[in-house]
T-cell receptor, first 114, second 113 residues
Framework: DAGVIQSPRHEVTEMGQEVTLRCKPI?????LFWYRQTMMRGLELLIY????????DSGMPEDRFSAKMPNASFSTLKIQPSEPRDSAVYFC????????????FGPGTRLTVT | SQKIEQNSEALNIQEGKTATLTCNYT??????LQWYRQDPGRGPVFLLL?????KEKRKERLKVTFDTTLKQSLFHITASQPADSATYLC????????????FGTGTQLKVEL
């Protein structure tokens, strides 16, 4: 298995532009998680899905952020409009949906908003 | 409020020694704790899980303990090697969190020759 796949690996954009991050979870996994990591705040959960349904989006910073999971093999995280404070590394992770199951992380997308 | 905390100061040790990292939790009792390793520029990688009814779990040179009285988990790497240098994160599900993990801020370990 190729593991969790994220694209792009790096994104540099100007303030105000729309940014779309993509994730392909491990085949057979039914939970998907989007995280943001910064030096100041560490690894924060933004939103997670079980069986393609959003379960908890309480970590989404504000309405500029949205996430979708149209099918079991694809998810997107969109920021519109982007701001410099959104600069961070965004990770996608997947797991089997039961308590205790380890999460498998993708390589992350490093986002820089200028 | 429920918290999971790690020592934010980096830990430097000599090769061959045992590294011990600490994870403390407050105001709740997790059913289990997970430990992950993160290398620069990469996503976290799962290492070990320990349940509340397990005192200790081992995997090769790694050992994790879970003390529900002290509300603490210790992560040990024996016979440490420079390749063990990384940031180590503990994680748990807070009460009512479904299958949502909350991560500590991580402790950076550097193993020197």
């Amino acid at each position: 298995d190729a593991g969790v796949i994220q694209s792009p690996r790096h994104e540099v954009t100007e303030m105000g532009q729309e940014v779309t991050l993509r994730c392909k979870p491990i085949s057979g996994h039914n939970s998907l998680f989007w995280y943001r990591q910064t030096m100041m705040r560490g690894l924060e959960l933004l939103i997670y899905f079980n069986n393609n349904v959003p379960i908890d989006d309480s970590g989404m910073p504000e309405d500029r952020f949205s996430a979708k999971m149209p099918n079991a093999s694809f998810s997107t995280l969109k920021i519109q409009p982007s701001e410099p404070r959104d600069s961070a590394v965004y990770f996608c992770a997947s797991s089997l949906m039961s308590q205790g199951n380890e999460q498998y992380f993708g390589p992350g997308t490093r986002l820089t908003v200028t | 409020s429920q918290k999971i905390e790690q020592n934010s100061e980096a830990l430097n040790i000599q090769e061959g020694k045992t590294a011990t990292l600490t994870c403390n939790y407050t105001n709740y009792s997790p059913a289990y704790l997970q430990w992950y390793r993160q290398d620069p520029g990469r996503g976290p990688v799962f290492l070990l899980l320990i349940r509340e009814n397990e005192k200790e779990k081992r995997k090769e040179r790694l050992k994790v303990t879970f003390d529900t009285t002290l509300k603490q988990s210790l992560f040990h790497i024996t016979a440490s090697q420079p390749a063990d240098s990384a940031t180590y994160l503990c994680a748990a599900i807070l009460t009512g969190g479904g299958n949502k993990l909350t991560f500590g801020t991580g402790t950076q370990l550097k193993v020197e020759l």
